[in-house]
């Protein structure tokens, strides 16, 4: 965690909403997203996360919540085997978010707006830096605007202006 990070004044402030996977029963627990990731996602984010994660109610469920501050030039992308990789970075204060190809008329619906105003840019793809392809949409956030993804029972993927 990087609390200093939240006076860079050139980063971008955001929520990172992902579905809370992690099924305890008893002592056991097994956390989905941490096994195909190997690794847990708060430890991936943990350079530019300001404060501890948390969780949050949603329809049906929860979902954890990682409040981040991503400097100008910096981001992560999380290569996915046979479907691309996921993934954001700020490129001068535009939120740059990378999808598989699969999911471009998801986001481009979740999009459809700011497409429209000029507030958002793309689709264009990119090169994933392991081989895979990502499309990219930039996006200029606005003071509360979010974003998610629905994916059902699990929750959803989502990013919000902070």
Known sequence: MNPALAHDPRALRVNLTAPTTA???GPFSFDGLRA???VELADLLSPMMVAPKFQRPILGGFVDVYPLAIPNGEGLTIPVKLVGGVGFRNLHGA???QVPPAMVDLVRAQ???E???GEALGPANN???AGGTVTEFALRLR???RKALPL??????GLEAA
Do not use: F, S, Y
Not at 152 to 157: D, S, V
């Open 23 to 25: 099924i305890r029963i």
């Open 36 to 38: 195909l990731l190997g």
């Open 95 to 97: 939120l740059v978010i």
């Open 111 to 113: 999009l459809a707006a």
């Open 115 to 117: 497409l429209a105003n």
């Open 127 to 129: 090169d994933n830096g």
């Open 143 to 145: 003071p509360g605007m």
């Open 152 to 157: 059902g029972t699990w929750g959803e993927l």
